[in-house]
């Protein structure tokens, strides 16, 4: 792999850097193994000072931190702003919480007094994490923050377009007082996932990316009898019902389409409205779309980023290109974007249908895929109509409505008048070809301990 910071934005290959070579894989291996063994039987209060500071020195430097996001993924630097502040809340939720999440829990058994029997969390050792570019720090801190709570230390390979990003994050744990090896920025090339799942030290792997990285990954890890969870794809629903509020609705679909650019794997990538309120909902979301502004990343006034990369633009429009070949029609929006810059024009598609490979593809950038359905039934329908079973929303001034529909949509999240949300104290997860296991809260540092019975059995008992 090269890995290189190239800039969205101007074009610019700002700085490369070399991919690691087997030789030094095996050495990290060491080191974080080696790291292991001391960090395994630090307190609780050492690992949470550690999580603490890195939260502040996050704050501290917030502008320094967020600019590199904005440099390597062109990132709206507002942001990447939300992205240093949401890093730093994850680090103190787990800072505050995870000592509670991982003390022993006693367990009822019949005939033995009620302290007998007890689940105790102990840390596996070494993870390897592999991570994606669309969110640089929020992706590293989800896994690293509670496994690191938890006493494991952790292998990082990230995305090859966000190497300083890498770079950076292993930084910052050292300042914070991380012991050296507890956690390391690994240049690593696609062929080391089974140099380094394959070593026993390494004791499981999680995941964020595409299906095909996430198969190949889970793969090599299930043929070494290793965990993984993953974290795929998304192509979520945005149902609006014949009672929502119209107003609120197409705001928020313009902006959980858009922001990121589009590229977020719970971004509202299928808009589902019911029939009688399609045409209202649709001159306020196309108005809405069209009042984006693109342009510089760091420019404040600016409200839509480049994608991330040449590739990724030319990806999406080969995509746009196959769904208008299928029979889609494509309406662009708003004033022409920068000609310099990975910039797609914001383009609405409607009238897809099944047949249409745009109508099972995840679109990563401004391209809003536009449904009509009749009414609650199939907007429920069309929702769970999908390969995908990350996130959702549903929009409705019913409660009890919104509560009926949420429930019956075949995905890990649902949120009700809001997009798909990212937060430090709501687990994140999918089901089906969005992958499985959980992150943040307690189920996220969970992942990667062993959960130990030790039952204490009268010597004179019963066999």
Request: with cysteine; charged share 20%.
């Amino acid at each position: 792999m090269a890995y290189a910071t190239t800039n969205p934005y101007t074009g610019e290959v700002v700085k490369s850097f070399p991919t690691a070579k087997d030789d030094e894989v095996k050495a990290a291996i060491g080191l974080a193994d080696d790291a292991f063994k001391g960090w395994k039987n630090t307190s609780y209060e050492e690992r949470a000072a550690v999580l603490l500071k890195a939260a502040e020195i996050l704050r501290k430097r917030h502008t320094e931190y967020a600019k590199i996001l904005t440099l390597e993924m062109g990132k709206l630097i507002a942001e990447a702003e939300a992205e240093v502040e949401l890093s730093a809340k994850i680090l103190e939720y787990y800072a505050k919480n995870g000592a509670a999440q991982l003390q022993p829990r006693s367990i009822p058994v019949e005939g033995l007094p009620a302290d007998a029997a007890k689940l105790v969390y102990q840390p596996l050792g070494v993870l390897y994490i592999v991570e994606p570019w669309n969110f640089p720090y929020y992706q590293i801190v989800r896994i690293s923050a509670p496994q690191l709570m938890a006493g494991n230390t952790l292998l990082l390979k990230h995305a090859s377009n966000v190497p300083q990003a890498a770079a950076t994050f292993e930084k910052l744990f050292i300042e914070a007082g991380l012991p050296k090896g507890a956690f390391i920025n690994l240049y690593a090339a696609h062929n080391h996932s089974e140099l380094i799942l394959s070593d026993p030290r390494v004791r499981g792997v999680a995941l964020t990316g595409s299906e095909p990285a996430g198969a190949a990954v889970a793969s090599t890890a299930a043929k070494y009898l290793k965990k993984s969870t993953l974290e795929l794809g998304g192509s979520d629903a945005f149902i609006v019902l014949d009672d929502a509020d119209i107003d609120k609705a197409a705001k928020w679909a313009v902006f959980g389409r858009h922001w990121n650019a589009g590229q977020v794997c719970v971004s509202s990538k299928r808009i589902i409205l019911v029939d009688s309120i399609y045409d209202e909902f649709m001159e306020k979301y196309r108005a809405g779309v069209a009042a984006l502004k693109a342009g510089d990343p760091l420019d404040p006034s600016t409200t839509l980023a480049p994608l991330s990369s040449f590739e990724a633009l030319e990806l999406l429009k080969k995509q746009v290109s196959t769904a208008v070949a299928g029979g889609a029609k494509a309406t662009v929006a708003g004033q022409p974007v920068p000609e310099k810059g990975a910039f797609y024009q914001p383009t609405i598609l409607e009238d897809i249908a099944p047949k249409n490979p745009a109508y099972y593809t995840e679109m990563f950038g401004p391209v809003s895929q536009i449904y009509r359905v009749a009414d609650e039934a199939a907007a429920v329908k069309m929702a769970n109509d999908s390969p995908f079973g990350l996130g959702g929303s549903v929009f409705t001034k019913d409660p009890v409505r919104a509560q009926r529909v949420a429930k019956q949509i075949d995905t890990g999240m649902m949120y009700i008048n809001h997009p798909t949300s990212v937060r430090a104290d709501i687990p994140f997860g999918g089901v089906k070809n969005s992958g499985y296991g959980h992150e943040l809260i307690d189920l996220g540092i969970h992942e990667f301990v062993n959960i130990k019975v030790i039952v204490d059995m009268p010597i004179d008992g019963d066999f």
